[in-house]
């Protein structure tokens, strides 16, 4: 609410208060008027009583009370409420001034200028510029004159802090000067306070930074064409109207010399950031850097973050100039990037250090922390990490309300996608018990149940969906922007990009759990159930997401290395080593490569190559402390007890700990007697703690022929860790050799209560039952049970291969149903799950031919469990056919699959269909001349208006009015040609008579479908977005086969963000009239908005097909395209549109994801 709005209020009021005291002094008089009633006389009667003592009189109980007095006159009653209503009205008018200041306001102040006289041209020049802002600023704005005149940067500063101000405008004016005169030199407190629309972008909070003063021109300058203009920019940037504001910076930049450069390229080069196009930033940058600037420091900073993110070598420079400029000061956005930098480096250690810093210097802030708990996590400071992502949790809530209110839903949907990811990240960090960086951790580290991973594995899922909801939300934003104004939209856009690129992080983690979840089933899993209904495999799953990664992504060696150990993991060793090679060829320095192919040569039985590839991966990187383990491991496996206690000193340096210490225990205690007091000196202190060590401790005491120091040391490993198999199993094998069977076979009962497929003890009870405890069917009972995994009976067979498919043991699957094949070789569903077991692991051949001799074994029988064998045979093997790329076979099975059960339907997108609708108005003309050709067509007075029509297309706009008039002479209830003359007047641009004209139209023929939809179009030029809809809606409802008011009507659904009905408008628009690219456009932006992206994909190619040289058609295609990992298709698009349009923002953006991808 404005001044002027607030003054109407507070007179209004004060009219109310007149009329209420007018009224109450008129009725006062009224009864003044009338006689009052005569007085009755009154006797009373007093009565005396005792009381403390003394007697006093008093009045009866019920005497008569006399008259009370009059209160106050009426008119006192109209003073004062009067006095109440006009304090009312200056609480409110204060109260609105305070709430002005609330962080969902911008609060920009004007204070009065010098102007070395009296300081009336100076409160002049104010007040008309207070005048002018508060007509021209857009959104929750307040705009205020200041009672104070600064006359010092100092002074402003303290100005802006007690106005709560995010903008303050002072400074000069020359004498007599006006603001419309080249007289004011002013100057820019810029301290936002509020929500602020930068925060909002992914990667801006904390590492980037705005100077609080900005000296604003070279010379004095006209302030209302230079100035205003200026604050509108600077308001749209702080609001969040980003590309607004781009706008405004450039043309400002362009049009006046006088202009310091430095606001306007700082925000311009922030924009350019956000958006995505980091090397026009980076020039834009130092553009403003060459400038005059309060503080360069800053600017230089900010040119950090920008190159950093741009990949950059020139990066340093720029970090070692912001230090330079400092000049011993500190800095907490510096801070913040030397910590993301060393943090992508890999030096977490130096990255906490200084993101701890930053957190001092720094108001609080969210990404901040989650950059903080990542480096305590990477460097092994679990509990730091934990502690900190606390406080981030809390922040993230907090920072929701950062940005402007139509940001919120964005902010909390990218910070909650980084803080569960982190989270996630967390806490399997904390399963493996990592010292280290995460990913190097989990090349080395023991396999878990899959189950283990569950709750980690929804926590990365849902940062991904998080992430991929943001990105919808801002593609929406972009499709809404530009369907509204040109050159908008294009920030939304490289946002949903930059956060598209999150999500591609966010997935490689997710992947990473997955391959951790897929290691225990040996090399392939589906389950039973998957392979029947086709729905495929967690190993299978994993590497087609990283698959899918890597078409966006193509040179990122870390998804390299994760498909290759994918591929390792699944037994696929070729596949592996060719990933491995490109994380050779594309980073030699990294260790991961190498390691890798010395996995993949151990799988192999070379050993001797893969611990000469190990040591290579050492020499890359002394800290790979994976190659270590490795090398230890193998010496241990060939008895190297001393080269494995060397790496394992070397492993307990790199990483100090209890588990580096045991293992060293336990190589010391291989390597003999001589080492045996070492070892023990190193286990006593671990075992007061430690299960693991007692574990350990008990074993040397048992080879050094102790075992009741051994029984002891067994006792306390089951009392710090009770869940311990290993440690109940190997009691009671020391129990076993001790002669106490009893309580051997208690500890054994406990080893298979805590781990129920542990083997060993189950072999070692049925060797205690048969032999001293002397209970034979005790002992074929455990027999049994542990024959199941190798049993030779058929059946039993079976048995173990479902049950070995069900938990994704596809190895052991296969083995059982070969076994069972070979003693009855005559059962077709034998033949049918070998295939399905020889499918997991992807001898896919050999799959084919067992389902095709299960599908002759089959028969034509028809009875209903031979019939749902045969259709899950066939599906079987059509999902075969179509991973071996035989699609056509596929096809041909999966259609017959649906002969036989009904329940697959393939259906064709288009007989009949054609493409319509393409703006092009020679087209157009076709159309409609096509139209009037029909039989119910008959030429008659309209032909006067399709000539009119084609002359008005032609620019004709004088011989197009005659030819309507002449169609009105013919027949004055003609509403066509009041649309045309309707759209004549509007090319003329005279819209009032434009409307005038249409409305006739209307009038003579309420359901005339064109003519409100040409009411609808001058409406929505005219931003009367609810009339248009309404009348858009008016001209469906009269015909429904006008493609252009569904167009119309969809893309004003697209601004207002109704995507749903958008894409039924615009697909409706598309299938009504031909050669239609602008509708084919828009129903791909919308189904892009919505994230669908083979509708997306089909409609851009059909705007293509109309239009070769639709540039923003292309260019989307190939955004689509390489979401859907069609990089080929992406890359050939983005080099169409650099050559099409060269110059333009949208061959800037091609240029970015171009070079991305190549």
Known sequence: MNTLSLLVLLAGLVAVAVGVGLFWWRRSKFQQAVPPPEPVPATLDLQTQEQDGAAVASLPDDAV??????????????????????????GFIFNQRLNARAAERLVV?????????????????????????????????????????????????????????????????EAGGMLDSPSLRPHLVYTPVGAYGPNAWAGYQGRFVMPSTFSLVNAPINGQAVLVPLMVAVGDYINGRPDHAFVLLTRLSQDYPNLNQSLPQMLRGNILWARGFHSEAAQVYRLALSEPSDAPALLANNLAAILRDA?????????A???????????????????????????????????????????????????????????????????????????????????????????????????????????????????GPLVWELETAPAHPAATFRSIYSQLDSAVQASGQAVEQWRRIAASESAALPHTGILAGGQAERLELQAVRQRYYLALVMIEQERMSARSSPSLFDMLFGTGSNE????????????????????????????????????????????????????????????????????????????????RNAAFFPARRELARLAEERDDWAAAVAQRRALAELRPGPLSLIALAHDLRRTGPEAWPEAEQILIPLSLHHATAAIE???????????????????????????????????????????DYAAAEISFREALRLQPEHLEARLALADLYQGPLNDPNAAEREFQAALRQGVNDATWLERIGDAAL???????????????????????????????????????????????????????????????????????????RRLQGQLDEARNLYNSALQLDGNRVEAQIGLGLVAVGQSNWGVAHGHFASA?????????????????????????????????????????????????????RYAQRDLAAALAAVNVGLTQRPTYAEAALFKGKLLQEQNQMAQALEAYDRSIAADGQIAESYYRRGVLHIQQGNYDNAIRDLGRAADLQANFPEAAYWLGRAHYAQGRLDPAWDAFQRAISYNATYVEAILYSGLVAEDMGRTVDAINAYRTVIELDAQSELAMRARLQLERLT
């Open 321 to 435: 100039e912001t230090v330079r400029l400092l000049d011993g000061g500190d800095l907490g956005a510096l801070r913040a990037n030397l910590g993301a930098l060393a943090l992508a480096e890999g030096r977490a250690a130096a990255a906490a250090s200084e993101l701890e810093q930053a957190r001092n210097l720094l108001p609080a802030n969210a990404p901040l922390l989650l950059d903080l708990a990542a480096a305590y996590r990477e460097s092994g400071k679990l509990v730091e990490a934990a502690t900190v992502l606390q406080v981030a949790e809390t922040q993230v809530r907090a920072d929701e309300y950062v940005v402007p209110r139509t940001y919120r839903t964005l902010q909390a949907q990218r910070l909650q996608a980084n803080l569960r990811e982190e989270q996630g990240l967390l806490a399997l960090a904390q399963l493996l018990q990592t010292q």
């Open 109 to 173: 102040v004007v204070a009065p200028f010098n102007d070395g006289g009296d300081g009336q041209t100076g409160q002049n020049v104010a007040t008309e510029l207070v005048r002018l802002l508060d007509q021209q600023l857009d959104g929750d704005t307040t705009v205020a004159l200041a009672t104070v005149r600064p006359t010092n940067r100092t002074e402003a500063l303290a100005v802006a802090a007690n106005e709560k101000a995010d903008l303050l405008i002072w400074g000069d004016v």
């Open 806 to 880: 069900a938990n994704g043991n596809a190895d052991q699957a296969q083995t059982t149903y070969a076994q069972a094949v070979q003693r009855h070789p005559e059962r077709p569903i034998l033949h049918y799950k070998l295939g399905l077991a020889q499918a997991a692991r992807g001898q896919l051949e050999a799959a084919a031919q067992a389902h095709n001799r299960a599908l002759e074994l089959l028969g034509s029988a028809a009875d209903p469990e031979n019939l749902a064998l045969r259709t899950s045979n066939l599906v079987s093997l059509a999902d075969v």
């Open 697 to 739: 401790l008990a074993r040397l005491y048992n080879d050094a022929g102790r075992p009741d120091v051994a029984l002891s040391a067994y006792q306390d490993a089951r009392r710090l860790d009770p869940a311990s198999s290993v440690a109940a199993f190997e009691l009671g094998e020391t129990l076993a050799r001790q002669g």
């Open 311 to 319: 990949g950059d070598p020139a990066l340093l420079t720029a970090l």
């Open 932 to 984: 009037v050709a029909l039989p119910a067509g008959e030429v008659s007075a309209a032909a006067q208006f399709w000539l009119a029509e084609s002359l008005l297309r032609r620019d004709d706009l004088v011989g197009a009015v005659r030819r309507y008039e002449r169609a009105l002479e013919m027949q004055a209830t003609f509403p066509e040609a009041y649309l045309g003359i309707a759209q004549a």
């Open 65 to 90: 009370t006399p008259p009370k007095r009059r209160g106050l006159r009426p008119q006192s009653v109209a003073l004062a409420f009067l006095a109440l209503a006009i304090l009312g009205g200056l």
């Open 540 to 619: 299978m799953a994993s590497m087609g997401m990283l698959e899918e990664l890597l078409q966006r992504q193509p040179a990122e060696v870390s998804l390299h290395a994760a498909l290759a150990r994918a591929a390792l993991v699944s037994g696929q060793f070729d596949v592996a080593n060719a990933h491995y090679d490109k994380v050779i060829n594309t980073a030699p320095q990294r260790p991961e490569g190498f390691f890798g192919q010395a996995r993949v040569a151990e799988e192999r039985g070379d050993l001797a190559r893969a611990n000469e590839l190990y040591a290579v991966a050492l020499e």
